[in-house]
Nanobody, 124 residues
């Protein structure tokens, strides 16, 4: 299984970025997908998740109304649209496939497959 996240970079506060995560080696449409992030010196934090069919989403409180998740099962890709970025959004962002728990699970242990991460830096 390989999850390849990309699209990170440097952006000014108030700006936007779109992250992508391309999956291979698994039946993508069978898995709920999520994004986590880890800021320097902090624990990995749940950001957002989407159901296998794309009809349901679940947001972490810190990104609600700013971030949107979507997926294209024909392309085996999940997206994270980040708007109104803040310096506190600076982190390495990881995509992951959930292998246990439910869509509302925020514990990283419920995600069994992980990408390598893409770095997002928001300058003030």
């Amino acid at each position: 299984v390989q999850l390849q996240a990309y699209g990170g970079g440097l952006v000014q506060a108030g700006g936007c970025l779109r992250l992508s995560c391309a999956a291979s080696g698994l039946t993508f449409s069978y898995y709920d997908m999520g994004w986590f992030r880890q800021a320097p010196g902090k624990e990995r934090e749940f950001v957002i998740a989407i159901s296998r069919g794309g009809s349901r989403t679940y947001y972490g409180d810190s990104v609600k109304d700013r971030f949107t998740i979507s997926r294209d099962n024909t392309k085996n890709t999940v997206y994270l649209q980040m708007n109104s970025l803040k310096p506190e959004d600076t982190a390495v962002y990881y995509c992951a496939a959930r292998t246990s728990g439910t869509l509302r699970s925020t514990d990283s242990g419920t995600y069994g497959y992980w990408g390598q991460g893409t770095e997002v830096t928001v300058s003030s």
